[in-house]
């Protein structure tokens, strides 16, 4: 295990029906006059929307609604919510949504309180280290799990003028609260509970897939939460409204994210890494790239730590131990994923999302744009390997 | 999964030599005037305190001393503690021990807030849900590990004039942070180390065995960190000085209790409760009390919830499932708890403590005193129930 510092201040407050109790965090935050923060209509159609401003209202709390929070969260509407918080006096700001919209709430809270002088884009997120100032305050009411903003430090932006997509990292970014009602997951369409599980499980595979020796303690958590998603993901994907898969699934995508499970273990995080590209060339879902890019990942590193990958195939996927013909087992866990991803619906090959296979060298160099040197901690992948990778991706399914 | 509300913001400061730096997160707690709490000569001898010491010199930190905590840390000293405080204008409070220090350190910090006129053992300790001031703030370096203090909302208090032993558990009561070096347990004697694995284990147990349902992504993670303690508590009993399994245990001591594996869990701690009387009465090592206390208990409730106890004979202590014969898989899954008890050299029965029977009657009518009505949360306990179990300790391995 390598040395680390952990520390996750934000209060989880979970289960059937709390989203009526929202009021009383922010209260206890004392936040007296919010920005209210989301995206689009959905929240109005399920009815999370009228608990919230019911919430707010029975408890004297003044608020600003600031909507039209997009996929891909934009700057431009960053700047206007911080304009906002400083003409409204706003001293709290309540982010209901997934992860843009805790992104957005983020940014605007640490951007409120920016000394006069720096710019936001520049000096934090074009600054790789920077260090956000305290930031007045964000809650959060979660309806779509899996980005895992809820209980992170990380907030990312995509400038629409630059075409830049920067994160901020630190701690004086967790939120103060995340109030998490598995209910709301019940209106979610079943592709995207699919690419939620197929995030989630990510978030815990970049983890797991570490280089680092002596983390047994960390690996028995994250196989025992990996385990959690493979089993209610299909079953949450099959019958989105039964409360007992949703809760199961919602707690492991807050889990996988708040690093716990990442403590003291270098990790990987190339599989995200290609995906972004993915996403970005082809406006596929982040969880849906994610089904594409791993297995093809696991196929050209896992001789690199086959005791790795064969103790994932054994104790996440239920592969057989076979000591005689380890690669046996270690092939046998990346197949049984890839038809974990199958059974919900999700491509895992380029031809399975028709994508196609003329940007692959553009989508590499990408990679490898922005300072950065190589991708992965399991091993280093370098421009060649990064072609070699969606090479492998485009040709799953053919053999 | 019950609905549940967690909250833990203690900065883990976890590995090797991270005592060295303990002085940067006073700081960063705006910590200029320390007292610095802990208990007998021990960490004089084994280097600890020259390092902290040396860490606080040369930033310049000023400090007060306050030792002699004893185990069953005394109100009397605590007193002692807020006198210094409020004399010596201390602004924050370095306990260097393990959860008898810390403890102390945290009544001394909440009773130096305390408003005049209330008095810290009436109006906090002698009060069931009283809500403790937030206190100056504790950091803590830890010395001994399985408490759980270190990252946990409990504090623990007797009072020697009373008698009375009482805890105040809030919010207010996380340490800022724990510094966490697995080195210092280098030192420890191969019985502390058992008896602090037993602990740890048990503080798992009384989580994991519940009446709630629906609880699979905390008992997985349970599970897993179970394994992680049933494998390296042995190997650090018997190769003291080997960082990979003190690091190991360490981390697994500090995670059992932070209650992240106990959310939305009915939890049990009848075992803990029954224990706290036989160390009262005989003067035993929590740690030996809990390995005579606990498969007791189990073998009393098991018929209870017989699917649990499969379960954690086949996940956590490795037993053959054998769906034909539940109760048989059961059985063997206490069996292999008390070897594993054993093989670290612990007591699984009165006699193995040479402890006498006479005092069952008087022990199990104090385990229901102060207002309780039933101990455990996985199945209610009276009397009778209390008398029952301490007799199957007293009569094991007499069969």
Redesign the interface.
């Known amino acids: 295990?390598?040395?680390?510092?952990?520390?996750?201040?934000?209060?989880?407050?979970?289960?059937?029906d709390?989203i009526e109790t929202v009021a009383d965090h922010i209260k206890a935050e004392k936040g007296t006059n919010v920005l209210l923060v989301y995206g689009g209509g959905s929240i109005k159609k399920n009815g999370i929307y009228d608990k919230v401003v019911s919430s707010l209202k029975g408890a004297g709390i003044r608020y600003t609604e600031l909507s039209g929070v997009q996929p891909n969260p934009r700057l431009s509407l960053v700047l206007e919510g911080i304009g906002i918080v400083k003409r409204e006096k706003i001293d709290f700001i309540l982010a209901v949504g997934g992860g843009s919209v805790i992104d957005t709430a983020k940014a605007i809270s640490f951007g409120s309180a920016l000394e006069d002088g720096r710019d936001i884009w520049e000096d934090l997120f074009m600054k790789a280290g920077s260090v956000p100032p305290k930031g007045i305050g964000v809650g959060v009411v979660l309806t779509i799990p899996a980005a895992g903003s809820e209980m992170s430090n990380s907030c990312v932006i995509s400038n629409e003028k630059t075409g830049y997509k920067r994160g901020v990292n630190h701690e004086n970014n967790y939120p103060a609260f995340a109030v998490i009602d598995p209910q709301v997951c019940y209106s979610l369409p079943p592709y995207q509970t699919a690419c939620g599980s197929a995030d989630m499980l990510s978030h815990m595979m970049e983890r797991y897939f570490t280089p680092t020796s002596?983390v047994?303690?960390t690996?028995?958590?994250?196989?025992?939460?990996m385990?959690?998603v493979i089993?209610?993901g299909p079953l949450a994907y099959r019958n989105p409204k039964v409360y007992?898969y949703r809760?199961?699934l919602m707690?492991?995508g807050t889990?996988a994210h708040n690093n716990?499970f990442g403590?003291?273990r270098v990790q990987d995080w190339a599989s995200h890494w290609m995906e972004h590209e993915l996403s970005a060339f082809y406006d596929i879902a982040h969880g849906a790239g994610l089904a594409i890019m791993t297995p093809a990942w696991m196929k050209y590193v896992y001789k690199e730590n086959i005791p790795r990958f064969v103790q994932f195939a054994v104790n996440v996927m239920g592969s057989r131990m076979s000591i005689a013909d380890q690669e046996k087992t270690a092939l046998d866990g990346i197949a049984r994923l890839e038809a974990w991803f199958k059974s919900m619906g999700l491509p895992t090959s380029f031809s399975d999302a028709k994508i196609p296979t003329d940007k692959i060298e553009t989508m590499a160099k990408h990679v490898l744009e922005g300072g950065r040197t190589a991708a992965g901690g399991l091993r280093k992948l370098y421009h060649d390997d990064i072609v070699r990778i969606y090479k492998i991706a485009a040709e799953a399914g053919k053999e």
């Open positions: 295990m390598n040395n680390f510092v952990w520390k996750c201040p934000t209060r989880l407050v979970f289960g059937k709390v002596n047994d303690i690996d028995a958590i994250l196989e025992g939460a385990r959690t089993t209610y007992e809760e199961q707690l492991a889990l716990l403590c003291g």
